[in-house]
């Protein structure tokens, strides 16, 4: 363990790279895949499922927290760690993003966002003093600074005025997040798909300085197409020695594609969500389980996948459970998808330090079938 945070890149192969982010509570084996516990818990799994998935860090949110139960309270019960039993690193995501997608009657000013709870209808008020205050009470090792991102299409305008606002406020962010060893906050680029504003963007935030960057206004509904046209460009923009989050993402061939032009750290809910929907990621393509077809089948989802799903069940058994609304439906899915994203991680972060990352993704491609299997 190291008292300071800090990035080594041991490998690169096209411009795909692989590291180590160390942290006072553990490293971070990059290209990394963040789980995603919302509200302090990622949902259907106990922390020592999670960590035996090989998942290294997970997420937390300042919005979802901030209502229920508060970071007061979870302050006061020794911070987040303690509170959900995860001694490893955690990521906190500033909660700006959940505001404009959950929270209603939102108001936006250069001070920040008022809203009311989604939870009560409660008033509240998050700006970048505050966000940083709450991560802090939080405990997390990773603090994003607290930014505005626009929704996708928006016309030049609209996307210049939002990262010059999400600029100033990573600014704020950075001011009052103060000097804290072993912590680090990562600035978070916006610029829409627009190349000029996503310089602008790069610059602004390597001027003010942070411990990493995120990628972030993507996977707002742009498409992966144009997602990976702006990863054409926007993470070279960024430190080549400081670690390069891409925000929100993603399907696995999302996640393949993203960490070939360069990113070495992402989160989603997907895995987990589509756990509970009865969706399945394998090497071969999605199942969805509740396809009548697999009623009678005695395979497991995946013959070579090592984890509690494929080593003890049938499709039939994930199907019948899955139908009746089994509580071990989600348990057993969930499990199932972090054990297939952190595999998928495994084998790129192998496949770089090798330098044959361009074979691993066009075999990665080669096996998937389109649509469902
Ligand atoms: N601060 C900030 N956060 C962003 C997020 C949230 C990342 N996960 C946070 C976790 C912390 C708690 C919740 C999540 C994003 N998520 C997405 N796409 C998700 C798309 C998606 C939605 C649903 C299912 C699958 C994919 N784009 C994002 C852009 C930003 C951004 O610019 N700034
Ligand atoms: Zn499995």
């Known amino acids: 363990m190291s008292d300071r945070f800090s990035f080594r890149l041991s490998a690169t192969s096209g411009k795909a790279r692989t590291g180590v982010i160390s942290t006072p509570r553990g490293q971070i084996r990059t290209p990394a895949f ?13 922390p020592d499922s999670v960590a035996a998935t090989g998942a290294d ?21 020794g911070g987040l760690h303690r509170f959900m039993n995860w001694d490893k690193p955690i990521l906190t995501d500033s909660g700006g993003f ?39 009470l939080l405990g997390s090792d990773i603090v994003m600074c607290f930014d505005e991102c626009p929704a996708l299409p928006a016309d030049r305008d609209r996307i210049a005025e939002s990262m010059r606002l999400s600029m100033r406020w990573a600014e704020r962010s950075k001011a009052a997040f103060g000097d804290r060893p072993g912590h680090a906050l990562f ?22 300085g942070f411990d990493g960057y ?20 926007a993470p070279d923009m960024l430190p080549v020695d400081k ?68 080593r003890g069940y049938s499709r039939a058994y ?13 348990m057993l899915l969930t499990w199932h998808n972090l054990h297939y994203y952190q595999e998928l991680m495994a084998g790129m972060r192998a496949a770089i330090a090798e330098d044959r990352f361009a074979g691993f993704e ?3 491609h080669a096996q998937r079938a389109e649509g469902d299997i």
């Open 34 to 46: 963040m789980p995603v516990g919302t509200a302090a818990t990622v949902k259907a799994m106990l």
């Open 57 to 77: 860090i997970l997420l937390g949110n300042t919005y979802h927290l901030m209502l229920r139960p508060t970071a007061e309270r979870i302050a006061r019960l």
């Open 98 to 136: 959940q505001v404009m997608s959950l929270a209603e009657l939102r108001k936006l000013t250069e001070e920040g966002v008022t809203f009311r709870s989604h939870v009560d209808g409660s008033k509240h008020m998050l700006s970048p003093e505050r966000s940083m205050e709450i991560q802090k």
């Open 187 to 208: 600035g978070i680029q916006q610029g829409g798909l627009e190349r000029d504003f996503r310089e602008e963007s790069a610059e602004a935030l390597k001027a003010i």
């Open 214 to 233: 995120a990628v972030g206004g993507l996977a707002v509904g742009e498409g992966q197409e144009a997602m990976f046209g702006c990863l054409d460009f």
């Open 243 to 310: 670690p390069r989050y891409l925000m929100g993402v993603g399907k696995p061939d999302d996640i393949v594609g993203a960490v070939a032009r360069g990113i070495d750290m992402m989160d989603c809910v997907l895995p987990s969500r589509s756990g509970r929907t009865g969706q399945a990621f394998t090497r071969r393509g999605v199942v969805n389980i509740k396809n009548a077809r697999h009623a009678d089948d005695p395979r497991p989802l995946d013959a070579d996948c090592t984890c509690p799903a494929c």
């Open 318 to 330: 994930l199907h019948h459970v899955f139908r009746a609304g089994e509580i071990i439906s989600s």
């Open 362 to 364: 066009a075999a990665f």
